[in-house]
Every structure is written in C-alpha cells, then in structure tokens.
C-alpha cells in the first residue's frame, strides 16, 4: 500500500498548481484523506481533509484559495491551489485513514511534493 504525490513545482506568485494523490495496493476503503505542509523550519501543519462523504475542512490560511477534493473511485485526493502566496512554500505530504486486509486501519502519508511560490 502506498500514496504517491505529485503536482509540485515552482510557481509565480499570484499563480496556481494541482496536486494528486494516489492510493494503490490492496485497500478495502478509504476515510479521511487530507494534505498537509511544512515549511522550511517549521513543524507540519494542516492544509484540508475531506471525509468519504465529501465534508471538507481548511487551515484558515487557505480558505477561499485551496480547494481539497477526491475521487473515491480512483482512491485519489486532489488540492487545487490558487492564488498562491511566498509563504505557501513548502512540502506537501497527502495521507489517508485507510482500510487494509488482515491489518485494519491505519493512516498512511505519501512522499511529499515540493511546491515553491517566488518570482
């Protein structure tokens, strides 16, 4: 079982990007999925979740420009950002509460993606 992220780059302020996240292996469900960040010496922080029904939350930083979504039939977690900022520079790690055969539950994290926002 693993999640793979990708989508990252470097961006101009004022610009957006798409992140995904892909779960693949032997799952039998997926809860929550979110993204998560962390800047350069800073701890790891809460970008957004959205639970199999589709109930989203958001850090207050990105509200009204990060949208969080999934597609529960690809096991796969989306963040659209826009209007991006310097200070959205960072790591994107992506996890999932997922449901595996013989282990039970369990949150998983991708790799991580590199977003830089500079001009």
């Known amino acids: 079982v693993q999640l793979q992220a990708s989508g990252g780059g470097l961006v101009q302020p004022g610009g957006f990007l798409r992140l995904s996240c892909a779960a693949s292996?032997?799952?039998?469900?997926?809860?929550?999925m979110g993204w998560y960040r962390q800047a350069p010496g800073k701890q790891r922080e809460l970008v957004a979740t959205?639970?199999?029904?589709?109930?989203?939350n958001y850090a207050d930083s990105v509200k009204d420009r990060f949208t969080i979504s999934r597609d529960n039939a690809k096991n796969t977690v989306y963040l659209q950002m826009n209007s991006l900022k310097p200070e959205d520079t960072a790591v994107y790690y992506c996890?999932?509460?997922?449901?595996?055969?013989?282990?039970?539950?369990?949150?998983?994290w991708g790799q991580g993606t590199l977003v830089t926002v500079s001009s």
């Open positions: 996890n999932g509460d997922l449901y595996i055969p013989y282990r039970g539950p369990g949150r998983y």
């Open positions: 292996g032997s799952i039998i469900s997926i809860n929550s």
């Open positions: 959205i639970t199999i029904g589709g109930t989203t």
